[in-house]
């Protein structure tokens, strides 16, 4: 089986300062990642996957994770965070088993403060 | 636009009445979703679709009904729902049930609120 575990609920920033959203998964077998992002009343978008090969992904919104095997982690960064990027964020797994199910964690909501 | 369309966007029902929600993509998905949001709960997987025929039923009460007439569309048809029933329902699509890389496309959901 696997899971997801985002372990802040809520983050809270200034605008203009850095921010990591934190993620863990656990699976038995070889994962694919996502970083999903929900903004008010809208469904959800995807930001960035990890597949294979390079273990830092860049994605869309000037984002981006670094896969951890060791760790099993797949932290979200930005370096400078806007006003805008103030929404939900899902952390994903999917395994390469039989049963390729998208699994998500709870959600992260980052505020993003004048 | 995400590729996947769904209608209505804001639903308001009484607990009587019958009503269906629409998913339409036109990605040459062949796996379509169900999702339920709730308030401070994790996303719930209702309804799982490959190939137009349903593989996966979470334990859904029988007041939600799938349909999935081709690859492209995807409908929940609700009756007799109860006020908990209130959530943000979410479709989505993937390439297929085997094929995980490519995530799932998400649409904008339906906002269901029930009187």
């Known amino acids: 089986a696997q899971s997801v575990t985002q372990l802040d609920s809520q983050v809270p920033v200034f605008e203009e300062a850095p921010v990591e959203l934190r993620c863990n998964y656990s699976?038995?077998?070889?994962?694919?990642l996502f970083w999903y992002v929900q903004y008010p009343n809208q469904g959800l978008q995807l930001l960035l996957k990890y597949l294979s090969g390079s273990t830092l992904v860049k994605g869309i919104n000037g984002f981006e994770a670094e896969f951890n095997k060791s760790q099993t982690s797949f932290h979200l960064r930005k370096p400078s965070v806007h006003i805008s990027d103030t929404a939900e964020y899902f952390c994903?797994?999917?395994?390469?088993?039989?049963?390729?199910?998208?699994?998500f964690g709870s959600g992260t909501q980052l505020t993003v403060l004048p | 636009e995400t590729g996947v369309t769904q209608t209505p966007r804001h639903l308001v029902m009484g607990m009587t009445n019958k009503k269906s929600l629409k998913c339409e993509q036109h990605?040459?998905?062949?796996?379509m979703y169900w999702y339920k949001q709730s308030a401070k709960k994790p996303l719930e997987l209702m309804f799982v679709?490959?190939?137009?025929?349903?593989?996966e039923n979470n334990s859904v009460p029988s007041r939600f009904s799938p349909e999935c007439p081709n690859s492209s569309h995807l409908f929940l048809h609700l009756h007799t729902l109860q006020p908990e029933d209130s959530a943000l329902y979410l479709c989505?699509?993937?390439?297929?049930?085997?094929?995980?890389?490519?995530?799932?496309?998400f649409g904008s959901g339906t906002r269901l609120t029930v009187v």
């Open positions: 989505a699509s993937s390439q297929d049930r085997e094929t995980g890389g490519g995530g799932y496309t």
């Open positions: 699976s038995s077998v070889s994962v694919y």
């Open positions: 679709y490959n190939f137009k025929e349903q593989t």
């Open positions: 994903a797994v999917i395994s390469s088993g039989s049963a390729r199910q998208l699994t």
């Open positions: 990605l040459g998905h062949n796996a």
